[in-house]
């Protein structure tokens, strides 16, 4: 069954500094790979995504993503995060059917 | 239309009541999902519909009733919950069951059980 790692749980940045939040995924087929961001009280939004391709992905508000198949790793980057970053990150694996979210990563970027 | 819309926003109810949360999407996607989400946790998947049949049940207590009376609506109809099954209900669509191009999520319910 296919499962997603998120190993930062918290991070706090300051302003301007640059952001990487780690993805792991275990799946055994072709795999599609997703980021989603919740901002506070707010519903999830879909960040960027891959199929296949070019495995450096870019997606909305700067974000990108590498998918290095040898590690199983689709981490999410952004080399100057702003306050409004503020948010949760969730990575998520597409299984038949269904998409399997990672525990999510709280990030905190203070002014 | 590039929304799922899920009514109300938000729900309180007792433990004896019979209330129903609503979602409806205009995108044309066939495949239709319920996930609960508590407090900083990732959503978890409750039922899987595609085109219009139920395809998967993650093993829900009964009192959580899904139905697709069509393609564009999704109901969620709760009776004798408890406490904990207060949380953020999520409707989520996608194009078919594949689930190749993520899911469009609604901005969900907020669910409290008193």
């Known amino acids: 069954a296919q499962s997603v790692s998120q190993h930062n749980h918290h991070v706090i940045l300051s302003e301007a500094a640059s952001l990487e939040l780690g993805c792991n995924y275990s799946y055994g087929g072709t795999v599609n790979l997703f980021w989603y961001v919740q901002y506070p009280g707010q519903h999830l939004q879909l960040l960027l995504k891959?199929?296949?391709?070019?495995?450096l992905v870019k997606g909305i508000k700067g974000f990108e993503a590498e998918f290095i198949k040898s590690k199983f790793s689709f981490n999410l980057r952004k080399p100057s995060v702003q306050w409004s970053d503020t948010a949760e990150y969730f990575c998520a694996v597409s299984g038949f059917q269904k998409l399997v979210f990672g525990t999510g990563t709280r990030l905190l970027v203070s002014p | 239309d590039t929304e799922v819309t899920q009514t109300p926003k938000h729900l309180v109810m007792g433990m004896t009541n019979k209330k129903s949360l609503k979602c409806e999407q205009h995108m044309g996607h066939r495949a239709m999902y319920w996930y609960k989400q508590k407090a900083k946790k990732p959503p978890e998947l409750m039922f899987v519909?595609?085109?219009?049949?139920?395809?998967i049940n993650e093993s829900v207590p009964s009192r959580f009733s899904p139905e697709c009376p069509n393609s564009s609506l999704l109901n969620l109809h709760l009776h004798a919950l408890q406490p904990e099954d207060s949380a953020l209900y999520l409707c989520?669509?996608?194009?078919?069951?594949?689930?190749?191009?993520?899911?469009?999520f609604g901005s969900g319910t907020r669910l409290t059980v008193v």
């Open positions: 519909y595609s085109y219009e049949k139920l395809s």
């Open positions: 989520a669509s996608s194009q078919d069951r594949t689930v190749e191009h993520g899911y469009t």
């Open positions: 891959y199929f296949s391709g070019d495995p």
